[in-house]
C-alpha cells in the first residue's frame, strides 16, 4: 500500500478507506476531498436483493494503489 501523500490526483485509483476491500476512486478538487464508489445492498421483504452504488467522500484514506492493468 502506497502512503496518501504520494497518491495521483489525476486518475482514478484504488484506495483503502477502513472498508474490508479497496475501493474505486479520485481525487475531487471542487471538496479537497477523495471520492469514491461504495456498494450498498438491501434484501426487500419479498427476498429481491438491490444492489447500487453511492457515492462517499474521505479526507484521509490510508493509502492507495494502482488499478492493476490501467496505463499510467
Given at each position: 500500500m502506497n502512503p496518501m501523500q504520494s497518491a495521483p490526483k489525476d486518475r482514478p485509483i484504488l484506495l483503502d478507506v477502513g472498508c474490508p476491500w479497496?475501493?474505486?476512486?479520485?481525487?475531487?478538487?471542487?471538496?479537497?476531498?477523495?471520492?469514491?464508489?461504495?456498494?450498498?445492498?438491501?434484501?426487500?421483504?419479498?427476498?429481491?436483493?438491490?444492489?447500487?452504488?453511492?457515492?462517499?467522500h474521505e479526507k484521509n484514506p490510508k493509502g492507495w494503489l494502482l488499478i492493476p492493468g490501467k496505463i499510467k
Open positions: 479497496l475501493v474505486y476512486g479520485h481525487w475531487c478538487e471542487c471538496s479537497g476531498k477523495w471520492v469514491y464508489a461504495n456498494l450498498c445492498q438491501e434484501t426487500h421483504s419479498e427476498g429481491a436483493i438491490e444492489v447500487w452504488f453511492e457515492n462517499e
